[in-house]
């Protein structure tokens, strides 16, 4: 006997199927058939505990917050992900209706105890983002933005040309590699590539690189897989080359142009002046400049530029002291006024002899002392004759008195002329040795900008 099949009873059984279908497309029933318990596990997910977990991790800069320098921490928002594998967590997509991946939350599962080496502060200003992707293999993945705040070890000696390398390693503390490994998800070139794309610079660094290398770290004969990423940063220099450097390179300029000022009181004045000005950028370099261990070039280069000033400063004193020295002493001395006027004064190509063949082969200018004695026997020569000659007539003696006179004037006139010659050798003294300060402050001046350049292109 046949049996039949009512078309109601037909239709009544295909739409429990369906319904019967239509439960299994549920996250819930998902999450109820893979057994997923509340506390998670604490043990690794693997069938076969000699199998080890791989962790794979990337990493994308996003912006450097700050740099602290007296810290030597930095502040960096950073896109973080990783993934690894759960053993027991799978399932066939077509017996839940194509259902390949779900997000789960972080307290169902086990996860690695992955933590940053450098870290200082405990992250409580990140998102919190709670939910895992997993993927019908069993693959387990999050990605979520992290605010790290770590050391540096900044060296700062090329300061404000400065570059900074900082690293941020990503490790397990209880898994050793027979365990657990970490292996990077990109290379080098696509994590550089990528941070550049999204950096966001606030202005103050540079992103220059990143690279990324995967190590063993030995601890206790124990070894311990780490991801390291280096970040190299450069500064950007250019507040500081307006607000410091180019108005210190002008003032020294400015220095430098004072000394072709003649009057020596003038000069040393403006000097002072300028000096003052200086003062005032290492006011505020004061403030700029960051706490190390080793001293900052910029903070050597204002210190050099400072002694160069003090030192025109004093040339100019000793230029203006040998001026004074006319009214006082009314010879220049033997030794200065050869070791000056002769050899030093050929060595800076002065264009003029600066004193008489006679000085020059006798070694001294004359004096005044060396024409009173022919000037004198004249003088007593005349009187001797004067008073043998009582009985001459007046005009004679009108005449001798007119003679003597002259006589005496001549002998004035050539002290004034021996004292006038002393204070030209006085002003020549002088101008030979401001010639040489200023000589010795260019290239003084050349050396530092030339070490200093040399220092910070390198």
Partial sequence: MALTVS??????LILAGEASCETDCSFYDLLASLNISDPPPDERPVTDWRNVTTVYLDFTLYAIVKLDMNQQTVISYIWFYMSWQNEFLSWDPDDFCGIESLLVP???????????????EEDHKSPVISYYNLTNNGKISNSMPLRVVSTCNLDLFKFPFDKQTCRLTFRSYLYTVTDLVMMPKSNSYQVNKNSQEVFVSKGDWILV????QNLTYDFLNDGFSQVIYEVTLKRAAVIYIINLIIPACFLVFLDIASMFIQDFGERLGFKINVILGFSVLLLIINNMLPHSNSTPMLGI????????????????????????????????PQWLETTVLKYLARILCFKKPLHTQEAIANGSMPKGPEVKPS????????KHDSEKKKKDNVGVKILKRLLLEVLKFHQQLALAKNEEESKSLWYKVAYVIDRLILILYLIIVSIVFISMIAVWVM
């Avoid at 972080?106 to 200082?120: A, N």
């Avoid at 000037?375 to 005349?382: G, M, P």
């Fill in 7 to 12: 078309p109601f009873l037909l239709a009544v």
């Fill in 106 to 120: 972080s307290g169902y599962f086990w996860k690695p105890d992955l933590y940053i080496s450098e870290m200082t």
């Fill in 209 to 212: 690189e990143i690279t990324v």
């Fill in 301 to 332: 280069f204002f210190s050099c530029c400072m002694a160069m000033m003090v030192f025109s400063i004093l040339g100019t004193v000793c230029s203006s002291y040998i001026l004074e020295q006319t009214a006082k002493r009314p010879h220049v």
């Fill in 375 to 382: 000037s004198s026997v004249e003088v007593e020569k005349l």
